[in-house]
């Protein structure tokens, strides 16, 4: 039986952005949140309001809880990944979902 392990991304989780997930999972309980680099930090929120909605309207219903955090940590967030379930569970298809799940090098 082959060994389950441990997405890369989730050994990239800083303080900053396990705080990202603190305030966002108060309205968005599926949501992951990492540092790519020094200067960047990814996002991702899976909720079923997002079906049939465009990424603007998306990141309309986000950004209310984005707003929360301090203006320096809002501005590392470069890469925001928003996915209904039924999206999720077609991430084969996302390619945005693809790279959040495994990060290429950074160039920082």
Do not use: C
């Not at 396990?18 to 909720?47: C, G, H, M, Q, W």
């Not at 590392?76 to 996915?83: A, F, G």
């Amino acid at each position: 039986m082959r060994q389950q392990t441990k997405p890369r991304w989730k050994a990239m989780r800083t303080k900053d952005s396990r705080y990202i997930e603190k305030i966002l999972r108060e309205a968005f309980p599926n949501t992951d949140a990492y540092r790519y680099n020094s200067a960047s930090i990814r996002v991702r929120v899976i909720d079923p309001r997002f079906e049939g909605k465009s990424h603007e309207k998306r990141d309309a219903i986000v950004e209310p809880f984005l707003d929360k955090l301090p203006k320096n940590i809002q501005a590392q967030i470069i890469n925001l990944v928003t996915l209904s379930p039924r999206e999720m569970a077609d991430s084969a298809n996302e390619l945005a979902n693809i790279e959040f799940e495994d990060p290429g090098n950074s160039q920082l």
